[in-house]
């Protein structure tokens, strides 16, 4: 679908609707949790030349891609003139909602739909879409993974290893604890030096896109940044449910421009916030910054020509990873072969390497045996061919573009992309159901915790990338207008 209507108004809204009780019902132990702030679905209904897409963004971890079909299915069919192909879903990936894709269905899609409908009821004229790009440095988000050396690569997780000297991240004591979890001796770890930082390249980038109404105000927009939910982490903070900073920084946006904003996660498989802390107060200051970010800025807003819809998907073929096993029990045997060998190693640093290769090869043979076993990322049939069809989407407001993968996307996977489209691109992740870490062929053979959940072969990204960018709109002289 690609509609050019030039001089006519598009169409614009948007609605929330709270979820919290969705998780509540299929996790009825969750009501001791503290409940931080209502989990929402936050739906943007567009529609122009008699064609329409609608956007829903959900405060959870994530969702399987059979669940994301239900959705897209339940919220088509109460729009009625909505195909589910151009109805797309987010997760916002806050680590205090569910991890495990236990969600009561039928409140979803009950609640997806009525958030789609009083969006598009309560859609009003747009004639331009806004768009500010911030580059927020280190200041905000950091890439977790430590260069390749001696000890390989580390994927510094949450909280652990949070050192914020405005520098960088040193995760020296987070990969001595790991070490000795890989059944590395004390004199062993006492060898293990630091500094170990975070320091490859991050995606720095903060994303605003407004839709002003043609008779004054807004009447939708969208933020995306690149960073894990998991400063409220009910796995490091407290038992709890919230929306973590995404929430926070949505709700500042929303008072400021008087319109719902969604969020989107960016390509945040390498990323996390650069927190000092657990808890509200941090949460609140990673997201309030981000907002000031860009609400200081608002003068710099780009205004676009909304006289074009752009509806655009592909299904790319991807392989599983040429060691993914073949049957729940082939894991089993592939796990204690590697235990035995892990177990024979001679003390000594020079394997302190080869010790943490193994345990992480355990744990990826663990998490395909969970697929193999039911776990909502393959399914069957996937599992037999070895190969699964992955969607990626583009969504074109004007020359304003969304361009969103499934799984947990590396941002290497995405950065420069936007060089060759017809203006700016915004690259979202937790797209329609998720994957598993979708990781590049030099990360993946660096190793790091994402690699144990990494289930699809090295070339699957270089197809998904490759079939984003020929959807994005090649670069015409972009046309301004004054606002």
């Known amino acids: 679908m690609n509609v050019a209507v030039p001089a006519a108004f598009a169409l614009v809204g948007a609605c929330i609707e709270i979820i919290t009780e969705a998780l509540i019902i299929a996790r009825p132990e969750w009501r001791e949790r503290d409940v931080v702030d209502d989990l929402r679905v936050t739906a943007l209904y567009a529609e122009l030349g008699g064609e329409s897409v609608c956007l829903l963004s959900y405060d959870i971890c994530e969702l399987s891609r059979g669940q994301a079909a239900r959705l897209k299915h339940a919220v088509s069919q109460e729009l009625d003139t909505t195909p589910p192909d151009r109805v797309h879903v987010f997760c916002s990936h806050t680590h205090s909602s569910s991890c495990e894709n236990d969600h009561d269905m039928a409140f979803l899609e009950s609640k997806s739909s009525q958030a789609a409908r009083k969006a598009r009821d309560a859609a009003e004229r747009v004639q331009t879409v806004e768009f500010l790009r911030v580059d927020t440095g280190c200041k905000y988000a950091i890439n977790r993974r430590t260069l390749d050396g001696p000890l390989g690569t580390w994927c510094l997780m949450q909280s652990q290893g949070c050192v914020d000297n405005g520098e960088f991240v040193d995760g020296t004591a987070w990969v001595r604890d790991r070490m000795g979890g890989y059944g590395a001796t004390p004199d062993e770890l006492a060898g293990i030096s630091g500094p170990l930082p975070a320091t490859r390249k991050n995606d720095p980038y903060l994303d605003l896109v407004l839709f002003p109404k043609a008779d004054g105000g807004y009447a939708a927009g969208l933020v995306r940044f690149t960073a894990h939910a998991v400063i409220c982490s009910a796995g490091y903070w407290r038992p709890n449910l919230g929306r973590d900073y995404p929430g926070q920084l949505c709700d500042r946006l929303g008072q400021e421009f008087g319109c719902p904003i969604l969020f989107l996660q960016g390509p945040c498989g390498d990323h996390r916030p650069r927190h000092r802390a657990v808890g509200i107060e941090e949460r609140d200051r990673i997201a309030n910054g981000l907002a000031k970010e860009l609400i200081d800025r608002r003068g710099a807003l780009q205004a676009f020509p909304f006289d074009r819809l752009l509806n655009a998907a592909a299904s790319v073929p991807c392989p599983l990873a040429e060691d993914f096993p073949l049957t729940p029990a082939d894991a089993q045997e592939k796990i204690d072969q590697a235990r035995e060998r892990l177990s024979a190693l001679p003390h000594g640093a020079r394997y302190l390497k080869t010790r943490k290769e193994l345990a992480e090869r355990i744990a990826f043979l663990n998490h395909a045996r969970l697929a193999l076993s039911g776990r909502a990322y393959l399914a069957p049939d996937e599992i037999a061919q070895r190969e699964a069809r992955l969607d990626v989407s583009c969504v074109g407001f004007g020359n304003v573009h969304i361009l969103s993968f499934p799984g947990e996307l590396f941002s290497t996977v995405s950065m420069g992309l936007e060089n060759d489209a017809a203006g700016p691109t915004v690259v979202a992740s937790f797209a329609d159901g998720v994957t598993g870490y979708l990781m590049p062929p030099e990360d993946r053979a660096e190793g790091g915790y994402e690699r ?31 606002r």
């Open 452 to 482: 144990t959940w990494a289930l699809f072969a090295p070339e699957a990204v270089a197809g998904l990338r490759g079939a984003a960018k020929e959807m994005l709109p090649p670069r015409p002289l972009i046309a301004f207008v004054e």
